[in-house]
């Protein structure tokens, strides 16, 4: 059993690793689909995930494609008070853990260089949670003219972590789409049940900066002018 320190990863990995293709027949699939369309044709963005629980971001991926399509990205974290990070440029991988720095270099055996062509997974159209497969109730709803869409989840399915000694009894996504139909957030909520008491752990995705990211500095370079000061 995985405890609530992971829960920020898992649902990570949920997001990434689990996809499915879409399901005209389910609510939302079109605007889902669309979205996920949408966020591989960027050339820039943040992602910025929420704990809102707390109201603190845990994590902010922030990426741009270069113009021969090389992505460069950050990849900040913090999670309890441990915070890691990660800068690639397709010449240089550099990682932030524990208070010390990591490098790898282009040619070296655990150095990854992505493109539009051989994807960051945080760049794939799964980074919008959808599992058509896995949903067993769909539904939308207007609230000041935008689309509020929830897909609920068998848990059984999807399997998301809880906190030691606790049960799942519950996942669902709920998506915000502006009034062109254009996703604004989404958010995943893990319902757990533990010594008869319910929790839950909800997170926030936007997909902010779209196509307006600017340089993005190496964290290296972000150290030493902190140490300069």
Known sequence: MRTKGSLLAVLICLTLCLFGCGKPDIVGDNLVMQAREDFEQLDSASIV????????????????????????YTDWKQVNGVESNEYNDGEVNVYFRDGKYYQYKKGDDKFIKYTRSRRHKKTQDQMITYIPSAITEAKMKKVDGKDELTHIYDVNKVNPAVPDGAKATGFAVRFVFDKSGK??????????????????????????????????????SKQEDKNAM
């Open 49 to 72: 995930m929420t704990n809102l629980n707390t109201d603190k971001a845990e994590q902010i991926f922030t990426f741009k494609y270069s113009s021969d399509n090389v992505l460069t």
């Open 183 to 220: 996703l604004e957030y989404f958010t995943e909520t893990t319902i757990c049940e533990k010594d008869g008491k319910e929790t839950r752990f909800a997170y926030k995705t936007e997909i902010k900066d779209k196509n307006k990211v600017g340089e993005i500095e190496n964290i290296i």
